[in-house]
């Protein structure tokens, strides 16, 4: 498990309590899938979801943000042994959902810079690095599941 | 060669036209340091690297940084012929200043994280940012292009 030190703790606690979970929860669902339209392939159930507009009002992406975004507040809360935590998750994503372990590191894209827009000159350089060491983990976790 | 819609070209040149590189171009190099601390190693004639507080006020970073963010002008003003524009830089990363092609990709990543801030969501769309990626994404090819 990835080791952290307690400003790192601080500067994570920080960003994710400035993170509002149904506004962000929908806004990095339209980022993820106007930028990386193939992820649309993982969502052939949840109707319209073709232009931002639809995006933002689907009720289904809106729902699966939250269940994403609760999951990083798990990952937020227990730093020092989400691995094990994200285990079944892991699992889940490659036997029943199949989804391509690249697009973990494209959502957490989605998710630093939906961050960036909001928080905005907090999201300093140092801010940043510990953020996306941060996500890296938690690509790795999501990961560790798969052959 | 690349295709753009309209939407594309407006976006593009919608957020070309508000970036001002004195101050985009710094930023987004300090934070390629400090995020993704193995870049130093281009920039041992640099000074002081050792601390973020160090990068950001280290002026040859920053005169670094506005030239490499002018350097991005080049692609706006050829957006149809962006691999052609970028073949000179491209063979001088490669066989001058022996840049691994893959912190192109990782600058790029810097400067968009820099761009959402200055920014914000009202106007870094998801359709912008859609648009922004694409041309740093083309930009980042051409420049590896040369590479043999």
């Known amino acids: ?55 933002l009002k689907n009720p289904k992406l809106a729902a699966l943000g939250k269940v994403v975004l609760s999951a990083l507040d798990t990952a937020v809360k227990n730093m020092d042994n989400f691995k094990a ?60 599941q798969y052959k | 060669m690349v295709e753009w ?11 070309w036209s508000n970036i001002d590189v004195g101050e985009i171009g710094p930023q987004a190099l300090s934070r390629l340091l400090v995020v993704f601390p193995w870049t130093q190693r281009y920039f041992s004639t640099f000074g002081d690297l050792s601390t973020p507080a160090a990068i950001a006020a280290n002026p040859k970073v920053a ?45 790029a990543e810097c400067i968009t994280v820099v761009v959402a801030a200055k920014f914000g969501p009202s106007v870094f769309t998801a359709g912008f940012q859609e648009a922004w990626q694409k041309f740093l994404a083309v930009v980042v090819s051409a420049l590896g292009r040369q590479y043999h």
């Not at chain 2, 819609?5 to 957020?15: K, N, V, W, Y």
């Open chain 1, 1 to 55: 498990m990835v080791k952290w030190t307690e400003e790192e703790r601080r500067i994570i606690r920080g960003v994710w309590e400035k993170v509002d979970i149904d506004e962000i929860g929908e806004e990095l669902w339209a980022r993820a899938l106007i930028v990386y339209p193939w992820i649309d392939r993982y969502f052939g159930s949840f109707g319209d979801i073709f232009t931002t507009t639809a995006i």
């Open chain 2, 5 to 15: 819609t309209d939407a594309e070209r407006t976006a593009i040149s919608t957020l």
């Open chain 2, 63 to 107: 005169q670094h940084g506005k030239t490499v963010m002018g350097g991005l002008e080049i692609a706006v003003k050829n957006m149809d012929n962006i691999k052609n524009a970028y073949a000179k830089l491209s063979v001088m990363h490669s066989d001058k200043l022996h840049v691994d092609p893959d912190n192109f990709r990782v600058l």
């Open chain 1, 85 to 144: 935590l994200y285990a079944p998750l892991s699992r889940q994503h490659y036997e029943k959902i199949k989804v391509d372990p690249d697009n973990f590191r494209l959502l957490a894209e989605c998710i630093t810079i939906t961050i960036a827009c909001k928080l905005r000159a907090e999201l300093n350089p140092q801010v940043q690095a510990t953020w996306q060491k941060f996500l890296s983990a938690v690509v790795e976790a999501m990961n560790s």
